[in-house]
T-cell receptor
Framework: QKEVEQNSGPLSVPEGAIASLNCTYS??????FFWYRQYSGKSPELIMS????GDKEDGRFTAQLNKASQYVSLLIRDSQPSDSATYLC??????????????FGTGTRLLVSP | DAGVTQSPTHLIKTRGQQVTLRCSPK?????VSWYQQALGQGPQFIFQ???????QRGNFPDRFSGHQFPNYSSELNVNALLLGDSALYLC?????????????FGPGTRLTVL
């Protein structure tokens, strides 16, 4: 079982729709969760971080965390063609040292059509 | 506020050669992590440096080594290059003192091994 799993897509949505991106993780002790956006040929850009169960909203983006189900999601409201990119889910697995590494899923490719 | 910088942007090497990649962290950050991202995959953790010491390491062979300097900048060295080392190499910086330890990525170095 992969540590972080995402559907590779592509997920196709029309402009103005809500895009829903999902991620599951295997290590129940994981504490911190991140969504990064990566345009083709570019580096990952942090969109959202979430640490507690529930929803966290930032503009058109909402991250949702359910630790009991080991599930993280990202909702993008009013999707725009400029949102077309690969969305990477990343997790901090539990560490004893105090130093954190990121474990990434393979990413979901989102395509927003005009 | 200067973000994470990396050099060079692109690099072409042949099998068996050695390569050095460089990274300067975001202002105020003291921890540098290196990731390898193969085409179509999520970034994979290579290692992390703090106070000029390697603090944790991913599943990469000893051909991959690194260094951190007193000004917090870092180098990644790869010896005896293989075709499979072709990838985007990402540097991420963070501040160890924050429990959330959010990592911000540089633009990456695209390494092609022929």
């Amino acid at each position: 079982q992969k540590e972080v799993e995402q559907n590779s897509g592509p997920l196709s949505v029309p402009e103005g729709a809500i895009a829903s991106l999902n991620c599951t993780y295997s290590d129940r002790g994981s504490q911190s969760f991140f969504w990064y956006r990566q345009y083709s040929g570019k580096s990952p850009e942090l969109i959202m971080s979430i640490y507690s169960n529930g929803d966290k909203e930032d503009g058109r983006f909402t991250a949702q965390l359910n630790k009991a189900s080991q599930y993280v999601s990202l909702l993008i409201r009013d999707s725009q063609p400029s949102d077309s990119a690969t969305y990477l889910c990343a997790v901090h697995p539990p560490m004893n040292t105090g130093f954190q590494k990121l474990v990434f899923g393979t990413g979901t490719r989102l395509l927003v059509s005009p | 506020d200067a973000g994470v910088t990396q050099s060079p942007t692109h690099l072409i090497k042949t099998r068996g050669q050695q390569v050095t990649l460089r990274c300067s962290p975001k202002s105020g950050h003291d921890t540098v992590s290196w990731y390898q991202q193969a085409l179509g995959q999520g970034p994979q953790f290579i290692f992390q440096y703090y106070e000029e010491e390697e603090r944790q390491r991913g599943n990469f062979p000893d051909r991959f080594s690194g260094h951190q300097f007193p000004n917090y900048s870092s180098e990644l060295n790869v010896n005896a290059l293989l075709l499979g080392d072709s990838a985007l190499y990402l540097c991420a910086s963070s501040y160890y003192g924050l429990s959330t330890d959010t990592q911000y990525f540089g633009p990456g170095t695209r390494l092609t091994v022929l």
